[in-house]
T-cell receptor, first 118, second 113 residues
Framework: GAVVSQHPSRVICKSGTSVKIECRSL??????MFWYRQFPKQSLMLMAT?????????EQGVEKDKFLINHASLTLSTLTVTSAHPEDSSFYIC??????????????FGPGTRLTVL | AQSVTQLDSQVPVFEEAPVELRCNYS??????LFWYVQYPNQGLQLLLK??????LVKGINGFEAEFNKSQTSFHLRKPSVHISDTAEYFC???????????FGAGTRLAVHP
């Protein structure tokens, strides 16, 4: 149980285009979803927290107009990187909490999406 | 402020040897503690977690960790490692006061034959 998927697993795009990444909880309802960014050989950096049906809460320094987050249902959240530039190239990982007995303390992670902007 | 410190960035060890990956946290409130493993180009997999109760927590793949409140530590141990345990290990703390998971910098475990 508590499986989280991400799509696509890898994407290459041209500078200036927008990219959408999907995060799905496959076997539980995710009351909260999180989006992280990970640079090579570094830890995860939380970008934003989203609750179903409400606006995402962004961490300090994260541009909300550039990284659009939508959490339209209890099983799906999307991250859209708008007008992507090479410095946006990174590994993006989502996580979800709210599995099983509605525990909100454990996050289950997706497999990540490797974004490369040319 | 809440923080998580993983003292070792890299830990080399021979196969079948025991290993300990160290983690210390600082928090003024009660925390939940986690260890995650990340294999190359993959997401994070939950190894084990401490929420409350017994301070010795057993997880998957033969790993265990002990919560020590007085030393604010949550070290991860395995009595005998395998080549397949080679990966990046992250310690993390969740505090309801901050409502987010704080990660350590990670420890790269390299198991050699």
């Amino acid at each position: 149980g508590a499986v989280v998927s991400q799509h696509p697993s890898r994407v290459i795009c041209k500078s200036g285009t927008s990219v959408k990444i999907e995060c799905r909880s496959l076997d539980f309802q995710a009351t909260t979803m999180f989006w992280y960014r990970q640079f090579p050989k570094q830890s995860l950096m939380l970008m934003a927290t989203s609750n179903e049906g409400s606006k995402a809460t962004y961490e300090q320094g994260v541009e909300k107009d550039k990284f659009l987050i939508n959490h339209a249902s209890l099983t799906l959240s999307t991250l859209t990187v708008t007008s992507a530039h090479p410095e946006d190239s990174s590994f993006y990982i989502c996580s979800a909490s709210g599995a099983g007995d509605s525990s909100t303390d454990t996050q289950y992670f997706g497999p990540g999406t490797r974004l490369t902007v040319l | 402020a809440q923080s998580v410190t993983q003292l070792d960035s890299q830990v080399p060890v021979f196969e079948e040897a025991p290993v300990e990956l160290r983690c210390n946290y600082s928090s003024s409130v009660s925390v939940y503690l986690f260890w995650y493993v990340q294999y190359p180009n993959q997401g994070l997999q939950l190894l084990l977690k401490y929420l409350s109760g017994s301070t010795l927590v057993k997880g998957i793949n033969g790993f265990e960790a002990e919560f020590n409140k007085s030393q604010t530590s949550f070290h991860l141990r395995k009595p005998s490692v395998h080549i397949s345990d080679t990966a990046e290990y992250f310690c993390a703390a969740f505090s309801g006061g901050y409502n987010k998971l704080i990660f350590g910098a990670g420890t790269r475990l390299a198991v050699h034959p």
